[in-house]
């Protein structure tokens, strides 16, 4: 099993410019999560999906948008990206109430 | 809203020694706790899901325990070995509306360094 698989691992952005970060999972989980990771913040919750079909934002929404494309693959969207959105974005998946799995992450500049 | 702390941030230990990490809670309505490692520059990985009808729980080295009332969860490590440094971090659960999901909020974390 490869678990939570997420592209790209590394990307430079533009202030603009647009991107989206993709995630899957292959443990047949309900549940995915967008989360960032920034120093002195933590990780924080953008977006989360209870189950296919259903998206609901999160602690930290503004400026992303999801998408649920089917059970395994949920997508994360910035459509003009700002300094602001530099991060580490970590997908996860679990079931309800059991323990999540974190992909590797992705690491993103916006310059 | 749930809030997580973690203290220390930091802590250096020489090899063999045992050592506690602390988190604490604020809502003490929560039906789990987990704890994670992250190795530098990678992702989390779950060491430990504690239950909400469990005092403790054990891995290996690692023994964790959970006290609802005074919110606090301890993560254990017995004979630390350098393999051990890492970043550890506990995470809470948030109930939401929808009822569907559950929101975890993670503690800033405690970056642990065994010395050989």
């Known amino acids: 099993n490869a678990g939570v698989t997420q592209t790209p691992k590394f990307q430079v952005l533009k202030t603009g410019q647009s991107m989206t970060l993709q995630c899957a999972q292959d443990?047949?989980?309900?549940?995915m999560y967008w989360y960032r990771q920034d120093p002195g913040m933590g990780l924080r919750l953008i977006y989360y999906?209870?189950?296919?079909?259903?998206?609901d934002k999160g602690e930290v929404p503004n400026g992303y948008n999801v998408s649920r494309l089917n059970k395994r693959e949920f997508s994360l969207r910035l459509e003009s990206a700002a300094p602001s959105q530099t991060s580490v974005y970590f997908c996860?998946?679990?079931?309800?109430?059991?323990?999540?799995?974190f992909g590797p992450g992705t690491r993103l500049t916006v310059l | 809203k749930q809030e997580v702390t973690q203290i220390p941030a930091a802590l250096s230990v020489p090899e063999g020694e045992n050592l506690v990490l602390n988190c604490s809670f604020t809502d003490s309505a929560i039906y789990n706790l987990q704890w994670f490692r992250q190795d530098p520059g990678k992702g989390l990985t779950s060491l430990l899901l504690i239950q909400s009808s469990q005092r403790e729980q054990t891995s290996g080295r690692l023994n964790a325990s959970l006290d609802k009332s005074s919110g606090r969860s301890t993560l254990y490590i017995a004979a630390s070995q350098p393999g051990d440094s890492a970043t550890y971090l506990c995470?809470?659960?948030?109930?939401?509306?929808?009822?569907?999901?559950?929101?975890?909020?993670f503690g800033s974390g405690t970056q642990l360094t065994v010395l050989p």
């Open positions: 443990m047949n989980h309900n549940s």
């Open positions: 995470a809470a659960p948030n109930l939401i509306s929808s009822g569907s999901a559950r929101q975890l909020t």
């Open positions: 999906s209870a189950s296919e079909g259903t998206t």
């Open positions: 996860a998946s679990s079931e309800l109430n059991r323990v999540q799995y």
